[in-house]
């Protein structure tokens, strides 16, 4: 059983920064990939970005360019380097993580862009 922690949301203005953390109770370094996952309110859960055991990120058009993810395995982390926020980057954001052949989910953390 895998634990998912995520910290780091919180009110932004549109065009600020914001970084967000996933702290696993599990080995980062063994699993299969791991991602950022978001889900506005009336939306349907949509992949912000994902990084495999190797190490190569993904990204959806949405975000490329403006997002990065990167994962420390030493402290078992996935972050999400988030800039340029736009109001339609506002939702509840979800640090999954896949080991063997379970998915493991977050409890999500808020995301708010407003001025």
């Known amino acids: 059983q895998v634990q998912l922690v995520e910290s780091g949301g919180g009110l932004v203005h549109p065009g600020g920064s914001l970084s967000l953390a996933c702290e696993a109770s599990g080995s980062i370094f063994s699993a299969v990939a791991m991602g950022w996952y978001r889900q506005a309110p009336g939306k349907q859960r949509e992949l912000v970005a994902s990084?495999?055991?190797?190490?190569?990120?993904i990204y959806s058009d949405s975000v490329k360019g403006r997002f990065l993810i990167s994962r420390d395995s030493a402290k078992n982390t996935l972050y999400l380097q988030m800039n340029s926020l736009k109001p339609e980057d506002a939702a509840v954001y979800y640090c999954r993580g896949i080991w063997g052949a379970r998915v493991y989910w977050g409890q999500g953390t808020q995301v708010t862009v407003s001025s």
């Open positions: 990084i495999t055991y190797s190490g190569s990120p």
